[in-house]
């Protein structure tokens, strides 16, 4: 099946650094990427929508620039949490659709590995 | 109201018995429904797609009911594998693309 590879797996941070996730598509184009977040014993939290070429879809609530999004190639999306603090630390995964005829209800969305952030 | 919503249980039960999850969802513009599978600190994987006409795959089976905007997951002869978190994902079409979870419904099934 398709690939999503996200890296890194697990980084710790100091407060106030950045930190960049990359999320990528091995073996597909990916049109559209999600990013998430999961906090111990929760559900994943849809953070944003990226769109290749385009400006991302934040959901409520989500600062969009604290968590800067750039999705510049159709197999490539980058989430960069700035000036990060220990309320980051979370998992972070994305998500990709594959870019192609077949119609929603036929695809399905890969995930990549996550990124667990530890903000110390 | 949640957008999607799970019982997140956690459900108990025995190796061999019949259990069903089920999921609600808000948005009437919800347009494909999957359940997805997650082990503990693992990412989802795709479990199996929801069709109008409901759907099975072995021990699996799904149902969806858009007049009542609700999903369901039913699996058959539990097995100790079967352990882990069922998650209801919908896909909504809101002006913009996005994929929803649901908080998940932790199962564990015991020998």
């Known amino acids: 099946g398709a690939v999503v590879s996200q890296h890194p797996s697990w980084v710790i941070c100091k407060s106030g650094t950045s930190v960049k996730i990359e999320c990528r598509s091995l073996d597909f184009q990916a049109t559209t990427m999600f990013w998430y977040r999961q906090f111990p014993k929760q559900s994943l939290m849809l953070m944003a929508t990226s769109n290749e070429g385009s400006k991302a879809t934040y959901e409520q609530g989500v600062e969009k620039d604290k968590f800067l999004i750039n999705h510049a190639s159709l197999t490539l999306s980058t989430l960069t949490v700035t000036s990060a603090h220990p309320e980051d630390s979370s998992f972070y995964i994305c998500?990709?659709?594959?870019?192609?005829?077949?119609?929603?209800?036929?695809?399905?969305?890969?995930f990549g590995q996550g990124t667990r952030l530890t903000v110390v | 109201r949640k957008e999607v919503e799970q019982d997140p249980g956690p459900f108990n039960v025995p190796e061999g018995a019949t259990v069903a999850f089920n999921c609600t969802y808000s948005n009437s513009a919800s347009q494909s429904f999957f359940w997805y599978r997650q082990d503990c600190r693992k990412e989802p994987k795709l479990l199996m797609s929801v069709y109008s006409s409901g759907n099975e795959d072995g021990r699996f089976t799904a149902q969806l009911n858009r007049a009542s905007q609700y999903i369901s997951l039913l699996i058959r002869d539990s097995k100790l594998s079967d352990s882990a978190t069922y998650l209801c994902v919908v896909h909504m079409n809101t002006g913009f693309q996005k994929l929803v979870f649901g908080t998940g419904t932790r199962l564990l099934v015991s020998p």
């Open positions: 998500s990709a659709i594959e870019r192609g005829p077949r119609l929603w209800g036929n695809t399905e969305a890969f």
